[in-house]
């Protein structure tokens, strides 16, 4: 099984940027597609971006296209997300989480099989 931690998370004001990275432990992350989730407090997980294994091809949500940038660097088995132009609205805990079966960029929260514990992301006004 892939262990995933998070990290990068933080208290920024409106228009600034953070990078999220998602360490996976394991020889097999080349092979799995990786994602990345949010939830904010009273509301259901949100897919935000997503990533194939070879790390070329990306989808994201409607909310962060544009400014959201998803990445992989397989030698390094992490996983990125550069934040940019962050709003309020993105305040969240942030979940990095791996797909084993199909190698898509996209998918359903039950599509993904293993889930780091979240960091979180905090938008001032």
């Known amino acids: 099984q892939v262990q995933l931690v998070e990290s990068g998370g933080g208290l920024v004001q409106a228009g600034e940027s953070l990078r999220l990275s998602c360490a996976a432990s394991?020889?097999?992350?080349?092979?799995?597609?990786m994602g990345w989730f949010r939830q904010a407090p009273g509301k259901e997980r949100e897919f935000v971006a997503g990533?194939?294994?070879?790390?070329?091809?990306?989808h994201y949500g409607d909310s962060v296209r544009g400014r959201f940038t998803i990445s992989r660097d397989n030698a390094k088995n992490t996983v990125y997300l550069q934040m940019n132009r962050l709003k309020p609205e993105d305040t969240a805990v942030y979940y990095c989480?791996?797909?084993?079966?199909?190698?898509?960029?996209?998918?359903?929260?039950?599509?993904?099989?293993?889930w780091g514990q979240g960091t979180q992301v905090t938008v001032s006004s």
């Open positions: 990533i194939r294994r070879s790390g070329i091809t990306t």
């Open positions: 394991g020889r097999t992350f080349s092979a799995y597609a």
């Open positions: 989480a791996v797909r084993i079966l199909f190698d898509r960029d996209y998918g359903t929260e039950d599509e993904y099989n293993s």
